[in-house]
T-cell receptor, first 113, second 114 residues
Framework: DTAVSQTPKYLVTQMGNDKSIKCEQN?????MYWYKQDSKKFLKIMFS???????INETVPNRFSPKSPDKAHLNLHINSLELGDSAVYFC????????????FGSGTRLTVV | AQTVTQSQPEMSVQEAETVTLSCTYD???????LFWYKQPPSRQMILVIR??????QNATENRFSVNFQKAAKSFSLKISDSQLGDTAMYFC???????????FGDGTTLTVKP
C-alpha cells in the first residue's frame, strides 16, 4: 500500500494555465507539508497543515493555494503558472513516536513551457 | 532561524568501502531532531536515519550510523560496506519541534563506484 500518494507524477503545461496536484496519505498522520525542490535540488518548505488547519505559510506567491479537505488529503492549486514554477513538488506527512520524521510522496515534476 | 550546512556537494566511494558525509546545523532551540534522507535517481525521498537531540547515543540503522556531536552542532552520516544502490543525493535535515518543520541542507551527491 502506498503511504503517501501524489498525483500526477508529471505535469507539463503552458504559462498562464491553472493546475492542481493532489496528495493523500493513509498513515493517519496529523501533519502534512508541501515542499518545492528546484533545479539545483534545494528543498524549501511551502506550506504545512495540521489536521486541516494551515499552520505554516512560507513566502510563497498568492498564486499557490493549498487546500486540506481532511487530514488525509492536502492538495496544491497553482494559478497563472509561470516559467519559474517549474520544479518538483513533494508532499510529505509527519509521523510520531518511533515513526518520527517525514514520509514523502513520489513527487510531481511540473514543467511550465 | 535554523540553518543546515552540507559542505561536500559531491563525494565518491568504492563499493564495499566506508564513506562519511558531513553536516553542521545551527539552532537556538533545545528540542529538535536530526535526519538524513536519501534521494536516489528515482526521485523518491527516503528517510535513512533519525537522531533525537536529547539522546547522547548515536543512532544506527544497519550499515548507516551517525556521529552526533551536540556541542559542535555536527551530525555526520557514515555508510559502511557501500553498495551500488547507495548512489543517491543525501540530505541532512533539522526538525525543530517548536517550528514544526524541517530545514534541509543543500545535499551531497554520493556515487558508489564498482
Amino acid at each position: 500500500d502506498t503511504a503517501v500518494s501524489q498525483t500526477p507524477k508529471y505535469l507539463v503545461t503552458q504559462m498562464g494555465n491553472d493546475k492542481s496536484i493532489k496528495c493523500e496519505q493513509n498513515l493517519g498522520h496529523d501533519t502534512m507539508y508541501w515542499y518545492k525542490q528546484d533545479s539545483k535540488k534545494f528543498l524549501k518548505i511551502m506550506f504545512s497543515y495540521n489536521n486541516k488547519e494551515l499552520i505554516i505559510n512560507e513566502t510563497v506567491p498568492n498564486r499557490f493555494s493549498p487546500k486540506s479537505p481532511d487530514k488525509a488529503h492536502l492538495n496544491l492549486h497553482i494559478n497563472s503558472l509561470e516559467l519559474g514554477d517549474s520544479a518538483v513538488y513533494f508532499c510529505a506527512s509527519h509521523g510520531t513516536g518511533s515513526y518520527y520524521g517525514y514520509t514523502f510522496g513520489s513527487g510531481t515534476r511540473l514543467t511550465v513551457v | 532561524a535554523q540553518t543546515v550546512t552540507q559542505s561536500q556537494p559531491e563525494m565518491s566511494v568504492q563499493e564495499a568501502e566506508t564513506v562519511t558525509l558531513s553536516c553542521t546545523y545551527d539552532t537556538s532551540e533545545n528540542n529538535y531532531y536530526l535526519f538524513w534522507y536519501k534521494q536516489p535517481p528515482s526521485r523518491q525521498m527516503i528517510l535513512v536515519i533519525r537522531q533525537e537531540a536529547y539522546k547522547q547515543q548515536n543512532a544506527t540503522e544497519n550499515r548507516f550510523s551517525v556521529n552526533f556531536q551536540k556541542a559542535a552542532k555536527s551530525f555526520s552520516l557514515k555508510i559502511s560496506d557501500s553498495q551500488l544502490g547507495d548512489t543517491a543525493m543525501y540530505f541532512c535535515a533539522l526538525f525543530v519541534t517548536n517550528a514544526g518543520k524541517s530545514t534541509f541542507g543543500d545535499g551531497t551527491t554520493l556515487t558508489v563506484k564498482p
